[in-house]
């Protein structure tokens, strides 16, 4: 079946551009969630959603940042102004439910590359 | 900061069995084990979690200790396909996966 996908898969900007990245999850997953991972890194948790509600932001770097899943679906990953520190890759992870045990499954993620 | 510890890197011939550890001495009583990997330029991959039994499916085999404060992910016919960044990570509700920075497996042809 279909895992999550994301667009696009390659992203340049300059610096002070906005960018969106969008998030497909699993059909029917309740939960999404954004990571962002730099070069050589560990993924880092930005922001989670239940439904089109969002739980948790509290890993968002900046108010640049902006998440958003407004029919509980799709999600979208809004960056204001790009700085050069935000170059990485943007994950996105869907959950199909919300208690306990439950794996994530990942998409292939955006690179972001900010000159 | 991730609440386990691993050896930054491992090496493991094909084909044999490779065992990758991981301490987690301050697991509470009700977090789960999970194991992901990320294989180069992917996203990462949920392999297998437990709570207290061990656990075993098509990818891998997960060795919970008795008291919990480790375990050992054991993929059973290393291949080179499985070389990859291997992630332990505990939580409960794991609506915030705290990664750490993993365990790097070699796999030597």
């Known amino acids: 079946g279909a895992g999550v996908s994301q667009s696009p898969r390659y992203k340049v900007a300059k610096r002070g551009q906005d960018v969106a990245l969008r998030c497909d999850p699993i059909s029917g997953h309740v939960s999404l969630f954004w990571y962002q991972q730099a070069l050589g890194q560990g993924p880092e948790f930005l922001t989670y959603?239940?439904?089109?509600?969002?739980?948790?932001k509290s890993g968002l770097p900046s108010d640049r940042f902006f998440a958003e899943r407004p029919e509980g679906s799709v999600s979208t990953l809004k960056i204001q102004r790009t700085q050069k520190e935000d170059s990485a890759v943007y994950l996105c992870?869907?959950?199909?439910?919300?208690?306990?045990?439950?794996?994530?499954?990942f998409g292939p993620g955006t690179r972001l590359t900010v000159t | 900061d991730a609440k386990t510890t691993q050896p930054p890197s491992m090496d493991c011939a094909e084909g044999r069995a490779a065992n990758l550890p991981c301490n987690h001495s301050t697991i509470s009583g009700n977090e789960y084990v999970y194991w992901y990997r990320q294989i180069h330029s992917q996203g990462p991959q949920y392999i297998i979690h437990g709570l207290k039994n061990n656990e075993t499916n098509e990818m891998a085999s997960l060795i919970i200790t008795e008291d919990r404060k480790s375990s050992t992910l054991i993929l059973p016919h290393a291949t080179l396909r499985d070389t990859a960044v291997y992630y332990c990570?505990?939580?409960?509700?794991?609506?915030?996966?705290?990664f750490g920075k993993g365990t790097r497996l070699h796999i030597l042809p």
């Open positions: 959603f239940q439904n089109e509600a969002q739980l948790d």
């Open positions: 990570i505990v939580c409960l509700g794991c609506d915030k996966i705290i």
């Open positions: 992870a869907s959950s199909h439910g919300t208690f306990e045990p439950y794996e994530q499954y």
